[in-house]
């Protein structure tokens, strides 16, 4: 009997102080915070996977097919035109602009960079090239422009908004000609008078 007891006491001692008790997710060793993070990361590797397989999986486009001066204009627009859905505006940079001001006896200058924001219809890689064959053609006519304004011309919001004004007609004019304006806005990124 005295060994039944000393038995009885070392299993006693064995047992741990506090009894764990199992709950229902820890049985299959995972809990429930587990299981929604492993369903996130899921959920956003294959979307990612989603996006990226769309994003790599457009053919290349072909390029803007080189119009000659005798092609017709409204034609070259045309192949131009965006045929997706989802349009969205795209905004095409210039370099900066340097005129001499119309100011006789005092050496005035003029710097201006526009930023030409296009419309949605435009398809922007086909546009992009477009735009670049026809930049120097929009440089040529802003420095002749700037260079027939004074200072008087070139001082104030008013002033400002109305050249704004007529730098977009004339891009859609020159750009665009017998067609529907593409160019929507023009922003000044710079604009000093020295």
């Given at each position: 009997?005295?060994?039944?007891?000393?038995?009885?006491?070392?299993k006693?001692?064995?047992?741990?102080e506090?009894?764990?008790?199992?709950t229902?997710?820890?049985?299959?060793?995972?809990?429930?915070?587990?299981?929604?993070?492993?369903?996130?990361?899921?959920?956003?590797?294959?979307?990612?996977?989603?996006?990226?397989?769309?994003?790599?999986?457009?053919?290349?486009?072909?390029?803007l097919?080189?119009?000659?001066?005798?092609?017709?204009?409204?034609?070259?627009?045309?192949?131009?035109?965006?045929?997706?859905?989802?349009?969205?505006?795209?905004?095409?940079?210039?370099?900066?602009?340097?005129?001499?001001?119309?100011e006789?006896?005092?050496?005035?200058?003029?710097?201006?960079?526009?930023?030409?924001?296009?419309?949605?219809?435009?398809?922007?890689?086909?546009?992009?090239?477009?735009?670049?064959?026809?930049?120097?053609?929009?440089?040529?006519?802003?420095?002749?422009?700037?260079?027939?304004?004074?200072?008087?011309?070139?001082?104030?919001?008013?002033?400002?908004?109305?050249?704004?004004?007529d730098?977009?007609?004339q891009?859609n004019?020159?750009?665009?000609p017998k067609?529907?304006p593409?160019?929507e806005?023009?922003?000044?990124?710079?604009?000093?008078v020295?």
């Open positions: 009997m005295a060994k039944e007891k000393e038995k009885e006491t070392e006693e001692e064995q047992k741990p506090h009894p764990q008790t199992e229902p997710s820890s049985g299959s060793g995972m809990t429930l915070y587990t299981w929604l993070i492993l369903g996130a990361v899921t959920l956003a590797s294959s979307g990612g996977g989603f996006a990226l397989s769309h994003l790599m999986g457009v053919t290349p486009p072909t390029g097919e080189i119009v000659d001066e005798t092609a017709n204009q409204e034609d070259a627009i045309n192949v131009m035109l965006a045929k997706q859905t989802d349009q969205r505006v795209w905004v095409e940079e210039f370099e900066p602009v340097l005129a001499n001001l119309d006789p006896g005092v050496t005035r200058y003029v710097r201006v960079t526009i930023t030409l924001e296009m419309s949605p219809e435009l398809d922007e890689t086909k546009g992009r090239e477009f735009m670049a064959a026809k930049k120097m053609l929009v440089r040529d006519w802003m420095t002749t422009y700037l260079a027939g304004l004074s200072l008087e011309d070139v001082r104030g919001s008013r002033n400002l908004n109305q050249i704004k004004k730098v977009l007609q891009c004019e020159l750009l665009f067609s529907q593409f160019v806005r023009v922003f000044f990124k710079e604009f000093a020295q």
